[in-house]
């Protein structure tokens, strides 16, 4: 009877568990596997210092090295964002003569104008269509959400090159 009563809550488990994946992102499904790799290498290099192989052990733990490179580009592409977003809500002149520091602010959530769109893609004024669609794509590459990017950078990239592209 218990043997029938674990099988249900497993199943019931399992079930679960395939709904949540239904729902869940790319980054999501990445880092859950990521950690399960993780999670089994250090049980694997446990095991192996218990049953002295500890230069075997060594080769287990090299299965955290992924999760460390990718831990390390997730708050690299971060600390980027957020260098950029602070640099976007700075204290900017808005065309009048006046300091927009909070009307700046206030703009981060709405309309870029074309110079914020040539900085944002590290152009020069001017820049041909190419150009335009060769930085966005270089870019994009690196601050993508689906390979660790931030999503707010990757929206502001996007927003840069329609605003230049109208």
């Known amino acids: 009877m218990i043997w029938i009563l ?17 729902r869940a992102q790319v980054n ?3 880092a859950l596997v990521a950690w399960v790799a993780a999670l089994g290498g250090v049980t694997l290099a446990l095991l192996l210092i218990l049953t002295g192989r500890g230069m075997a052990a060594l080769g287990a733990l090299a299965m955290f090295g992924p999760l460390i490179w990718q831990r390390f580009q997730a708050a690299r592409m971060q600390a980027y964002a957020q260098r950029t ?7 900017q002149e808005d065309g009048t003569g006046t300091s927009s520091g909070s009307a700046g602010a206030a703009r981060a959530g709405g309309p870029m104008t074309r110079q914020e769109a040539y ?8 820049a041909s269509e190419g150009d335009i669609r060769e930085a966005h794509h270089r870019l994009m590459r690196k601050a993508h959400p689906d390979v660790g990017g ?6 502001r990239i996007n927003q840069a090159r329609d605003v230049l592209l109208r």
């Open 6 to 22: 674990l099988g249900a809550l497993v199943l019931f488990t399992l079930l679960a568990g395939l709904r949540a994946f239904e």
């Open 28 to 30: 999501t499904i990445k």
């Open 85 to 91: 977003q602070a640099q976007g809500s700075g204290a």
């Open 119 to 126: 900085d944002v893609l590290g152009l020069q004024p001017g």
């Open 150 to 155: 931030s999503a707010w950078l990757a929206t």
